[in-house]
């Protein structure tokens, strides 16, 4: 029987829950936990001493074995996976591991990582997800908001408060790195008397022909296949996802690749196998790491209670499965009572068949043996229907016979935490529309605004920051890109209305907040066909203005359709047990309305965690009580950019010319030296040839600006 508080046991269930990686555990009774994570590039499906290996009936071989049925397997604790594609992939890990290593605390414990950038050519920085920061605003790791990015070779120490409890992950903020394979899960547990013994399962899309980088330029100039364009796969609702093709589903790093997915023809490459022993009860953390696609979560023969979003407890719901996004978080129990044997755990895409991208791990009861399980998915009837949790539209095709619950309808099972109210004068409302509006072009943006970064820390160089907006939502019918930062006044209750409307509207969006958990008051969908689930109308609670229809309005500058909803008072909010979230889809073509008490003084950086969109302009800053930030440690590290002040500028261009002659000088000298035997009339003849030749063919300037563009302007700007 597995217990808590002891050490032994932690480590024997992270191990045998998260193999390859045991992670790190604290000590329950510790004040300061203390680890490192090495972030280096690394290959898939090789080690360092194996070079290379394949997949063959669930096991790996050395890249040399030609008669599997003799040789020894390389053991699958050591390789990176991914869904077994021996074309290598480049990956960006932590501690060689994808996942990276688990690190495993408890509710308030000081945490102490030290990140060190092993990569040649590339900065991180490591954001702790769904961790308030309280107090340390400057931890939150995201480059250029709350730090300087982490050059190659440099260590950065993050130190911060492990709260709340609950289930959180943490990845790269650089770039698109996170895809590359940057990420683990952080769990922070409560100090409770015999909680249930765990899994962590990491579910994530994943592909092998890119990295995150070209997944984006591929995403913004279109995939051409044996000549033809790429059409992005469609969801059940109709709508289409963004320009990203995903092969193929991973869990905990594990998935295979299928060569045809309706015949079930794949790779035979290993999977993640979770153990339970019968007639216990156990607790799946579940985190969707992945890039772009959300995955509906199953158990066979299993029905899951789900009990918890986000690091927040939940009325416990069954359901036969739960749709979760990147970013989200779902913890749930099952009761290992099924007969001794081996289970699959799905997870299946949204996508319309054929383009369905699947994810499978097993589930292995003790005594069972090690095989692959041949057991089939419920079967949902008019009689007895599948009940979905938190999904993306409101109805499935009617002849699927399954149920939605929205996250909106779930409630909170804490026993005291309403939403913060409505108070005279500390009460603002936003509208803000995760989009992408446009005629000609349609950049990510969040009411038009494409987020642009600062170059220096925002957080400890304030003064720095340059190109901020001038508001936080561009005019009507207009496209920017800018620092947006939002001011929040301290104390304040702020009601954020999320929109995923006008001519912009994708896919629905799930918004991720950094520093905050919100409370979630209510989601307006789009009106959809009951009987095909198919999207007919946007959502009529908002009004998008721009002076043009709905379906053109770039939705910049919305506000209610019913002007009596302002202030507060919008029908129908949950105030008394809204769930609370720190990430949240906004559906196509909908709203969601959340609020948040201003009580964290910090710069928070708030995105859509659909890494493609975040990386094209999908996010803007929250600058909350600016003036309460707690101080920034010393020595802090700052960056920024460099410019030639206007006053250097002539000394900088005398010094170069000091030194032409110095090297003159020289030259002459030497010259003088060696021709000593010659007449002088020789030599003056010889010295006036090298100077003129010197001129005209090797100028620093001339040279450097032939091969350098940028270079060559620069020169011209300081010079002329
Ligand atoms: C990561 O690897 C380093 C070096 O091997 C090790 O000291 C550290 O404990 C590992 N971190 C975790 C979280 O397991
Ligand atoms: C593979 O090895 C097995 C066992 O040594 C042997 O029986 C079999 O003939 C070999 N197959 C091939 C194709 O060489
Ligand atoms: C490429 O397209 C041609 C013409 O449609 C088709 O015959 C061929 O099978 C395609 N090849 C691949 C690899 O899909
Ligand atoms: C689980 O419960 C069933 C039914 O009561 C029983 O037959 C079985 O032996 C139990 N399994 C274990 C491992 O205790
Ligand atoms: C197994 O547990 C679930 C609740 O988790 C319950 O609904 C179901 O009836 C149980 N099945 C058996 C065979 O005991
Ligand atoms: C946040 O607000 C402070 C104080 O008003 C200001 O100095 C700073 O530049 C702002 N930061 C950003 C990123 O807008
Ligand atoms: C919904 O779709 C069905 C089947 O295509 C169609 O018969 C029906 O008219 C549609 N209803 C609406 C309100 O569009
Ligand atoms: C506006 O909303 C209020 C409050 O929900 C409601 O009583 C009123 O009927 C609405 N007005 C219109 C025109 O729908
Ligand atoms: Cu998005």
Redesign the pocket.
Known sequence: MYKTGSMLSSCFLVFLSVSPVIGYVCEKTAQICETSLDIEHYLTMSSHDSLAVYPQKGKLYKYDVTNTSNADPVPKENIITGDGWEMRRLLVVANQSLPGPDIIVYEGQTVIIHVKNHLHSDTVTIHWHGLHQSGTPFMDGVPFVSQCPIESGQTFTYKFKAYPPGTFWYHSHVGSQRVDGLLGAFVVRKNEPDPLPEHILQIQDWNHDWDGNMGYQLMVYGIIENKTKYIPSQSLDGSFYSLFKAQSGLINGRGRFYFDLERGIHNEAPLEVFNVKQNTSYRFRVINVGALFPFRVSVDNHMLSVIESDGYPIRPTLAESFVINPGERFDFVINANQSVGNYWIRGKTLEVTPRNTIAEAILRYDDAPDVEPTTARKVCTEQDKCVVINCPFTYFPKDEFTECIRFDHLRSSASNDPAPPVVDGKFKEYFLNFAFPGVTSFPSSVNGIALEF?TVS?VSQ??Q?TN?CKNFHCDEQKQCKC?N?L?LDHGDTVQMVFLNMGVGRGWAHPVHMHGHSFYVLKMGYAVYNETTGKFLAQNPDIDCRGGVPLEKSFCNTATWANQTWLNGNVPDLELQNPPRKDTLIIPSGGYAVIRIRADNPG?WIMHCHIELHAADGMAM?L?ES??NLPKTPKHFPTCGDYKIEEEEEDAYVDSEVDIEETISMQRFYVIVGVMAAVIFLQLLVIIGMHFSSKRSSSSKADITGKTNPSFNNYYKRTLG
């Open positions: 600062p925002g304030p003064q920051v901020a620092t930062a001011s710069l800053l600058n600016f003036d």
